[in-house]
């Protein structure tokens, strides 16, 4: 069983060829794109996209503001239907539910309870309420908000709005998590945290995630590659492997071959953040 | 529902004493609100006993205390409480609960707003007492009549704000819902009539105001019950006293009533603030 997404099927389909077998496709993502039509103004928002999501891989995805990295994720979760290409994301086990988004805005429901927030999802599948329960209060010991359980939204800081949100797409259990700066919102601290629990989770059960960060060292601390998007309209500009041995942890931020990794990176992506921000003129005052 | 913010060390004792300078401050401004309309009645009583007031159209606290007094005796000021809240409440089902279900409707399909809107558009701006004539003359002096005006003003106003209420659920929640795999009527369900009850809700409270207002106009002409029976028939008899007890207790009726619809949406919704 697979779900596809289609828009118009364009011809040349080139995809890249799958490796191995352990290394099977789990999205594939052919000559994807996205065009939207507001006020009768046509916006591309994403050229030609060609990608495959290996199973159980942690793939990042950076790039300018704008650049259609949300589009991509909408796309993949079938909020948006692409206009042209096709998408593919392989299932593998018909209990579980195929993906779950952490939503770059906040989504969480002010008329529910932080616990029945992160439960939604089990509670939609029909999951038994004792048993969505127990696994919500998981989560939320998981990302710390155990005392906030009962509480409702409206009581929580904007950071901890986005640990619900967080909690909610991990108690769900997906096969693929899509997530859209998931920590952006939240403090330095906080986020060193996250991203340690994160790490911790995913190393856990492996599930294939697809990121959307701003932030480079998040980026290779926690990807097994990170693709680089070009400024508005989006399209692949570079692909980085990251070899980093997993368990990671946070001291691997401070070895000179996580800044080389990530210097790396942001020469690849300065020209596009520039022209994103048509800050060409200062930029070359400052040469 | 928040968790306890008191802890072990000598933080206690000052949370104890902010939650008694809150408590003491809302215990002083409700003493107020209690005592006001008793020194004014207390200043209106001296007025009219100095003589600075005339009496022939503001009767004194006193009198009208005592003729308050007469009419709970005789049974008849329950009677017409009775016959108005009856009738409130029987319109207000009839109008409100299609009202709310059609407003629904037409936030939730185009296609249905698109069909209606035009003639709730039309109708809803039409002040609901000018129909009385047509509906006595359709349903006669009885109670059809007064369930029908009553209806029909809360039906339009319901409509409106359901609609609106449904109309305005953020896009980012319905999206959530479909990510997470829920049917079209799991998300009206868990996302669509939350997150439109506290609009609808303060329709409700609307209407309900609403409701007070017609009930008593249509029962100055055709009733012989009721709050409003009882303030026009106290006119025509020259009962100035009794016709300002009619219009304590029908205050005193929207006001409590009000009261209780107040409590009963923050006990429902806790959230109603922060959508
Ligand atoms: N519903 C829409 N209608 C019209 N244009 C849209 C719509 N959604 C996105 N766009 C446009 O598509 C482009 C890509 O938007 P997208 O939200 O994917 O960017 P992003 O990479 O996620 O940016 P950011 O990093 O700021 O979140 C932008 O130019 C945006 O204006
Ligand atoms: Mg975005």
Same mark, same amino acid.
């Given at each position: 069983m697979s779900s596809t997404i289609r828009g118009h099927t364009e011809s040349s389909l080139d995809v890249p060829a799958l490796e191995s077998e352990d290394n099977a496709a789990k999205i594939t993502i052919s000559n994807v794109g996205?065009?939207?039509?507001?006020?009768?103004?046509? $916006?591309?928002?994403?050229?030609?996209?060609?990608?495959?999501?290996?199973?159980?891989?942690?793939?990042?995805?950076?790039?300018?503001?704008?650049?259609?990295?949300?589009?991509?994720?909408?796309?993949?979760?079938?909020?948006?239907?692409?206009?042209?290409?096709?998408?593919?994301?392989?299932?593998?086990?018909?209990?579980?539910?195929?993906?779950?988004?952490?939503?770059?805005?906040?989504?969480?429901?002010?008329?529910?309870?932080?616990?029945?927030?992160?439960?939604?999802?089990?509670?939609?599948?029909?999951?038994?309420?004792?048993?969505?329960?127990?696994?919500?209060?998981?989560?939320?010991?998981?990302?710390?908000?155990?005392?906030? +359980? %009962?509480?409702?939204?409206?009581?929580?800081?904007?950071?901890?709005?986005?640990?619900?949100?967080?909690?909610?797409?991990?108690?769900?259990?997906?096969?693929?998590?899509?997530?859209?700066?998931?920590? +952006?919102?939240?403090?330095?601290?906080?986020?060193?945290?996250? %991203?340690?629990?994160?790490?911790?989770?995913?190393?856990?059960?492996?599930?294939? &995630? &697809?990121?959307?960060?701003?932030?480079?060292?998040? +980026?290779?601390?926690?990807?097994?590659? &990170?693709?680089?998007?070009?400024?508005?309209?989006?399209?692949?500009?570079?692909?980085? $492997?990251?070899?980093?041995?997993?368990?990671?942890?946070?001291q691997l931020t401070t070895t000179p071959e996580f800044y080389a990794l990530t210097s790396h990176l942001w020469e690849l992506l300065k020209d596009e953040v520039v022209t994103a921000n048509q800050l060409d003129g200062l930029y070359t005052n400052q040469e | 529902?928040?968790?306890?913010?008191?802890?072990?060390?000598?933080?206690?004792?000052?949370?104890?004493?902010?939650?008694?300078?809150?408590?003491?401050?809302?215990?002083?401004?409700?003493?107020?609100?209690?005592?006001?309309?008793?020194? @004014? @009645?207390? @200043?209106?009583?001296? @007025?009219?006993?100095?003589?600075?007031?005339?009496?022939?159209?503001?009767?004194?606290?006193?009198?009208?205390?005592?003729?308050f007094w007469k009419l709970i005796e005789n049974g008849q000021l329950l009677k017409d409480v009775t016959a108005s809240l009856t009738r409130v409440l029987v319109g207000f089902a009839i109008g409100g609960i299609p009202g709310i279900i059609i407003g629904i409707l037409m936030g939730q399909s185009s296609v249905i707003r698109s069909l209606l809107n035009p003639i709730v558009a039309a109708i809803y701006p039409i002040p609901k007492l000018a129909i009385l004539p047509l509906l006595l003359y359709i349903f006669g002096l009885g109670e059809a009549s007064k369930y029908a005006v009553i209806a029909i003003g809360v039906f339009f106003i319901l409509v409106v704000n359901t609609m609106t209420g449904a109309m305005g659920v953020p896009a980012i929640f319905t999206e959530v819902g479909k990510e997470y795999g829920a049917s079209r009527l799991t998300i009206f369900r868990t996302i669509v009539l939350p997150s439109a009850l506290p609009v609808i809700f303060a329709g409700i409270k609307l209407a309900w105001g609403t409701a007070f207002l017609l009930i008593v106009a249509a029962e100055f002409v055709g009733a012989k019950s009721g709050i409003g029976y009882l303030i026009w028939n106290s006119w025509q008899v020259f009962s100035i006293e009794q016709m300002y007890v009619g219009l304590i207790v029908i205050a005193f009726l929207g006001f409590i009533t009000l009261l209780i619809l107040d409590g009963l949406e923050a006990k429902l919704l806790p959230w109603r603030k922060h959508v």
């Open positions: 996205k065009v939207f039509v507001s006020d009768n103004k046509l $916006t591309t928002a994403l050229t030609k996209t060609n990608l495959i999501v290996r199973d159980g891989e942690f793939l990042v995805i950076v790039g300018p503001s704008g650049c259609g990295k949300t589009t991509l994720l909408r796309i993949l979760a079938g909020l948006e239907t692409p206009s042209f290409g096709e998408v593919k994301i392989a299932a593998s086990n018909s209990d579980r539910p195929l993906h779950s988004m952490v939503f770059q805005e906040r989504s969480i429901f002010p008329w529910m309870r932080v616990i029945d927030n992160v439960a939604y999802g089990l509670r939609v599948r029909g999951v038994n309420r004792r048993v969505a329960l127990e696994r919500a209060n998981e989560f939320i010991a998981k990302v710390g908000l155990t005392k906030f +359980a %009962q509480a409702y939204p409206h009581e929580l800081s904007g950071g901890m709005k986005q640990r619900v949100s967080i909690a909610r797409a991990f108690a769900n259990d997906p096969e693929v998590l899509l997530m859209d700066e998931p920590f +952006a919102s939240l403090d330095e601290q906080t986020k060193l945290l996250m %991203q340690e629990e994160l790490l911790h989770i995913w190393d856990e059960n492996k599930k294939t &995630v &697809v990121y959307v960060t701003h932030s480079l060292q998040e +980026a290779v601390l926690l990807g097994d590659r &990170v693709i680089v998007l070009s400024a508005h309209p989006g399209r692949i500009k570079a692909e980085v $492997t990251v070899n980093f041995p997993r368990p990671r942890y946070h | 529902m928040s968790p306890d913010l008191t802890s072990k060390d000598g933080t206690a004792h000052i949370s104890r004493e902010i939650l008694r300078a809150n408590r003491n401050r809302k215990i002083l401004h409700h003493s107020l609100s209690i005592a006001m309309p008793f020194f @004014l @009645l207390l @200043l209106w009583e001296i @007025l009219s006993r100095q003589g600075w007031i005339d009496t022939r159209f503001f009767s004194m606290p006193s009198q009208i205390a005592v003729a």
